[in-house]
């Protein structure tokens, strides 16, 4: 096969130098419309191919036209050689015949094409030399990118009027937020319980459905919305659980027992506001619910099963003959009773 050498992105053949043979005088038929590979020493001429690796001519293909409409084609085999010779014979005589000849490289990368004129004369072999250029097929192509910028907003902060409320009650919230280029904002808010009056907006308000600590964000957009183009910032606010609160616990773990006519150690805990302030059955050195001081409670030492201040204690953990307080439950009273039992 004929291989090709590059220079620059254009590659080059040697002159073509074919061998032209006319026709008898009184023979009109053309020959074969093939390019016959020939051995001949008269008439034959070579195609002189540069080797280079990786680019390879298997044939060439050959287009002749002349006078009176006269016209001829074929192929070249190159497949098991480096030279071309070929004779091509039967055109007749005469002026202003053309020759085009054709190829591409196996793997398609390389395409050659030239032409040359020549005449015919009778009972002569005429050399056409002919030029052929060799083009490198484009291999890389480019992209317009079309991008615009936005700047991504900041989320600065978030108030919280008052920071703690009774549960049942509501907290004034604002978003603080900028953006460099003076965009609109968007808000989204969520919150870990409780409620908010619009999520949307910069400024909600949130109530308190459950005592505890709940945590609050919010997510600051720019508009229109850009993936990965938001900032969020959280905070806490308290919820305080109220004696409504703590009467529902009291209510499905106490009542079994201290809600009889005769409760124990003369607790009822029917309405739990009365043991606010009350001395301890057991240690009356205590009070039941010390109104600001958990620590100082015996309600809680009793249901913790210990003395908080290593000090009295008497009987049992509560509630009696049941699993102990649930912590979240405890912690409902213990908050209930530090915030001064509202």
């Not at 010779?85 to 005589?93: D, E, F």
């Not at 945590?215 to 938001?230: E, F, Q, R």
């Amino acid at each position: 096969m004929a291989r090709l050498i590059r220079h620059a992105q254009v590659w080059s053949l040697a002159v073509v130098s074919l061998a032209i043979v006319p026709a008898l005088e009184g023979c009109s038929a053309p020959g074969p419309d093939t390019a016959e590979q020939s051995s001949e020493r008269a008439g034959s001429v070579g195609l002189d191919l540069q080797l280079a690796p990786g680019q390879n001519l298997n044939q060439v293909a050959y287009a002749i036209v002349g006078p009176g409409g006269f016209s001829k084609s074929g192929t070249v085999d190159l497949s098991s050689s480096t030279r071309v010779s070929a004779l091509i014979s039967g055109l007749p005589q005469g002026t202003g015949f053309s020759i085009t000849l054709t190829g591409t490289t196996v793997d398609g990368s390389v395409t050659c094409s030239g032409s040359a004129t020549f005449n015919i004369v009778a009972h002569q072999t005429t050399t056409a030399a002919v030029s052929l250029t060799c083009h490198e097929a484009a291999r890389t192509g480019s992209v317009h990118i079309d991008g615009n910028i936005q700047t991504c907003p900041v989320a600065d902060g978030i108030s919280a009027s008052p920071a703690e409320a009774l549960v049942g009650s509501s907290i004034a919230l604002a978003a603080a937020a900028h953006v460099a280029d003076g965009s609109a904002l968007s808000y989204s808010w969520t919150a870990s319980s409780g409620t908010l009056d619009d999520a949307a907006s910069a400024t909600p308000r949130f109530t308190c459905t459950t005592p505890g600590i709940v945590s609050l964000s919010v997510t600051v957009s720019s508009s229109p919305a850009a993936p990965d183009c938001s900032d969020t910032t959280t905070a806490s606010v308290t919820c305080t659980p109220t004696t409504a609160n703590v009467q529902a616990i009291a209510d499905a773990n106490c009542i079994s027992c201290h809600g009889a006519v005769n409760p124990p150690r003369g607790l009822s805990l029917i309405d739990v506001r009365v043991a606010i302030g009350a001395p301890a059955g057991g240690c009356p050195q205590k009070l039941r619910i010390a109104s600001g001081s958990s620590a100082h409670s015996y309600l809680v030492d009793k249901l913790l099963g210990a003395a908080q201040d290593g000090g009295c204690f008497s009987g049992r953990q509560m509630p009696l003959g049941k699993p102990p307080l649930a912590a979240s439950d405890l912690g409902v009273i213990t908050s209930w009773i530090d915030a001064g039992t509202p």
